[in-house]
């Protein structure tokens, strides 16, 4: 199944931002188009962040500053098999001395995270592309952030964007169990918005009435998230508030 990335204002259509394997790219199993403005970086450490996700933190090899990028961007990465693969980046883009990225396991997928989880070592050097964004972020008065999953990982850094500006936010977070959702520790930390974290185990599925009809009057929301919540995000905002502004990364298991 393929995936797009949308960009939605609820009382004028759908307009089309680009088409991309999105859930792969978050996976870490689309595979990157060839580049010549490629360069090392060298894997820092890897950490883990939940059952089945890793985080890479990438560095220069001379220690200078990594080319800067912007909320809701992504990488493209070489690893040492030569499989080429795309990213997001989740980490605060202020900080200019390293890239993190997020990796989940996919026992069946085809090769990229097993290599990841299985032999890469902290001092392995990568080859990446310079970063490009397909979910920008846009100023706005006020922010809902949705993510589902390792959905996260393109929204953590838009999170760190709203943080930052001191624009009011809220992130709902959906996965399966709290053990599967990385990133709660640095959530908790932040101050400037709200954070509800709502694993299925203890909660039951995703309403989606629920979330986005609470949705502020105006406000610009994000979602990476299943395909049927992405859609139920349009649905249910084209209803309630018809000038609010959506952007979504939808997601579904890859065919």
Known sequence: MTAVEEGY???SGLRMMASADAHKRVLGEADAPQSLSMR???VDRIEPEADGVVSLILTDPDGVRLPAWTPG????????????????LNSDPADHGRYRIAVRHIADGSGGSSEIHERLRAGDRLSVRAVRNTFPFSAAQQYLFVAGGIGIAPILSLVHAAERAGTPWRLMYFGRSRARMPFLCELARLTGGDVVVRPDD????PNPRMIFEQTPTGATVYVCAPPSL???ARQVLSLHDPTASLY????????
Do not use: C
């Open 73 to 88: 961007a992504h990488l493209d990465v070489v690893l040492p098999s030569g499989r080429r693969r795309q990213y997001s």
């Open 202 to 205: 203890e909660f039951g599925r």
């Open 9 to 11: 204002r609820a009382g």
């Open 40 to 42: 090392q970086v060298v």
């Open 248 to 255: 979504t990364e939808r997601f579904a298991p890859v065919s």
């Open 230 to 232: 992405a859609e139920s």
